[in-house]
């Protein structure tokens, strides 16, 4: 069973940096891809960014400059580096691991249970 654990949410104010992490129970190298997601009271999950087994990266627009994403094989664990932080980063932050491509029959998704982030001063 794969367990995803983030953590490293707070409350912070505008303009200020958080660094999150994800720890995985074992090692991420064999996960395709891995990435951060938010959700806001009231507004659908959404994509803060991605990377693969392969390093390339992705980032939604809204964050893109701000915030990096990265992994520590080593040490199984993924990181979302944030900086300038404004209020609408305020989200619940989620941790997500794909062991494959969506087209392979079969592919398993991993979540792990979030973590708060509050910008506000």
């Known amino acids: 069973q794969v367990q995803l654990v983030e953590s490293g949410g707070g409350l912070v104010q505008p303009g200020g940096s958080l660094r999150l992490s994800c720890a995985a129970s074992?090692?991420?190298?064999?996960?395709?891809?891995m990435g951060w997601y938010r959700q806001a009271p009231g507004k659908q999950r959404e994509l803060v960014a991605t990377?693969?087994?392969?390093?390339?990266?992705n980032y939604a627009d809204s964050v893109k400059g701000r915030f990096t994403i990265s992994t520590d094989n080593a040490k199984n664990t993924m990181y979302l580096q944030m900086v300038t932080l404004k209020p609408e980063d305020t989200a619940v932050y989620y941790c997500k691991a794909d062991d494959g491509p969506a087209w392979v029959p079969g592919r398993t998704s991993y979540w792990g249970q979030g973590t708060q982030v509050t910008v506000s001063s």
């Open positions: 990377i693969t087994s392969g390093g390339s990266t």
């Open positions: 074992g090692s991420i190298f064999r996960f395709y891809v």
